[in-house]
């Protein structure tokens, strides 16, 4: 026997019972963003490798070790999309709809790093984005945030995630903060962790973020990114928190939030739950004013957040938010016995469909005892069963059986649509 084919490790299968658990969760992200006049865009999993290393950073974790490049039939090379900020930008850019315009756009689908799986991180993950351009104030920031609290509210996650916020200030404001915190280390260099020497002479403000006991001991006296924020950021971010505080939408303040990425400027934010351990982020964002001219298209603000679906999705089974609606039900499930029965059941099927198309409805096939029927029937969940045989065609009737009471009647098959709907609606 040949040997089985396996998944690759760190891409999995999202099987029956837990996508309806996504399906619920998409829909419900869909309806929140569109109560916000936010179009959905669409773009391919696959890109330029350039677009990354000049949006997302050469020296970034993301360019240096965890993207899937390679090269195509031409020697181009290509990228499977780590994140789906710069794909929005160039997207939107390409098609003409950024300069001079304002855009409220998300997105949903699969990213792909390669990084070390483990519960809520996994090699092919999927984010939900949504992004705004052509606004440069911060109501928009505010009004992102706010969107994303009355999305926790609607799955009931309000209550579980804490809203993290800082500012990084303008491009000219951490580079000077960088030289100052370069200088600082540089001195305790040995008593860094490995990535976070590294880190000293690619990306020093990730050393902020460091999880290492010995690294955060030598911060605490580092300089402070606070200390070198521009004046016309400092106003942007005080007007984001008076606008968050007036709207009832509580945050902490913390200086060490400086995101990964080298797009982002002025406002960083992430949303972040005690309930998933180390996989503490399930929202995260910011502003990202230069990225647009970054990618060769003209100066446009902007600024937007994404969400990992599979750590929300873990979040909600954690809590056991999972709402009955988001559980596939079968309401009706139709049992025949009988060549001429099974061809009466398809078009009762049909009927009961006809009337209201939201019932979820299942047609036994492929022949089989009445009694192994049944078990299906009963393993389905079906709130109730319909019997046809040849006794009950010849007498124009259906058996109607609500599985929860184990009550039986007989109803004439003019009638089970009008029965059914009654049911249905107590």
């Known amino acids: ?42 773009f391919p999993i696959v890109e330029s490798t350039d677009l990354f290393k000049r949006g997302v950073g050469e020296t970034t974790d993301i360019v240096e070790k965890e993207m899937y490049t390679f090269d195509d039939r031409n020697g181009e090379s290509l990228t499977l999309r780590p994140e789906g900020t710069a794909s929005c930008v160039r997207a939107a850019d390409q098609a003409g709809l950024l300069y001079n315009q304002v855009q409220r756009l998300w997105y949903t689908g699969p990213m792909f790093r390669y990084e070390r799986p483990q519960k809520g991180r996994y090699r092919q993950f999927h984010q939900i ?49 960088k030289l100052a915190l370069v200088e600082y280390l540089s001195e305790y260099k040995e008593k860094l962790d490995a990535d976070s020497q590294r880190r000293l002479t690619t990306n020093p403000l990730r050393i902020l973020d460091s999880k290492d006991e010995g690294t955060q001991s030598v911060l605490q006296n580092a300089p402070s990114l606070e200390e070198f924020i521009d004046e016309e950021s400092r106003l942007h971010f005080e007007r984001l928190k008076s606008i968050l505080i007036d709207n009832g939408v ?43 001219e970054q990618l060769g298209g003209r100066s446009t603000p902007g600024v937007g957040f994404a969400m990992g679906i599979e750590r929300l999705v873990l979040l909600l089974e954690v809590l056991n938010l999972i709402p009955e609606v988001a ?25 009961l469909k006809d009337t209201n198309d939201q019932w979820a409805v299942l047609r036994h096939c492929g022949g089989g005892s009445f009694k192994s029927q049944m078990k299906k029937s009963d393993k389905s969940g079906a709130r109730f069963t319909l019997i046809l045989g040849e006794d009950e065609l010849v007498k124009g009737i259906c058996q109607i059986k609500d599985m929860s009471t184990g009550e039986q009647i007989e109803c004439s098959l003019d009638s089970v649509a009008n029965y059914l709907s009654q049911q249905f609606s107590n």
């Open 1 to 42: 026997m040949s040997r089985k084919v396996q998944a690759i490790r760190g891409m999995n299968d999202i099987l029956p019972g837990q996508s309806s658990i996504w399906l619920y969760l998409e829909k419900t992200v869909a309806e929140v963003v569109h109560g916000y006049g936010y179009q959905q865009i669409r």
């Open 129 to 177: 984005g949504v992004e705004s351009f052509g606004i440069s104030t911060p109501d928009i920031d505010a009004e992102l945030i706010i969107l994303s609290a009355r999305l926790w509210k609607k799955l009931g996650l309000l209550e579980h995630v804490e809203l993290q916020l800082n500012t990084i200030g303008v491009a000219a404001a951490r580079e000077s903060f």
């Open 250 to 292: 509580p945050f902490t303040i913390n200086p060490s939030l400086v995101r990964g990425l080298d797009y982002y400027g002025k406002t960083v934010f992430e949303w972040v739950t005690t309930h998933l351990g180390a996989q503490a982020t399930v929202c995260a964002g910011g502003r990202y004013d230069g990225l647009v």
């Open 327 to 351: 559980k596939e039900k079968i309401d009706v499930f139709l049992v025949s016995v009988g060549e001429t029965a099974e061809l009466a059941s398809f078009k009762l099927a049909e009927q």
